[in-house]
């Protein structure tokens, strides 16, 4: 089972910034399926359990995104049953 993990900073300790943080982690986990061959668009993440850590880091906090993709590739055509 393979699962794809994205950091990214937030440059104070507001929630706020922790959401724009999240929100950048999302696309950097996206972009790592892609990159792994997989062809995930933002709307495979419904319904997607994603782990969320959030840790302090000098006047911001560290955003850590971790997802274990359920197994969403698409069929592939003509493919025998």
Do not use: C
């Not at 999240?22 to 696309?27: D, P, S, V």
């Amino acid at each position: 089972m393979v699962s794809y993990s994205a950091l990214e900073q937030a440059s104070s300790k507001n929630p706020h910034d922790w959401g724009r943080a999240m929100a950048t982690a999302m696309t950097k986990l996206l972009d790592a399926a892609r990159i792994d061959g997989r062809h995930f668009e933002h709307e495979f993440l419904y319904g997607e359990e994603l782990r969320m850590r959030i840790d302090e880091n000098n006047g911001g906090a560290t955003v850590k995104l971790t997802w274990t993709p359920a197994d969403q590739e698409p069929e592939q055509e003509n493919s025998p049953a």
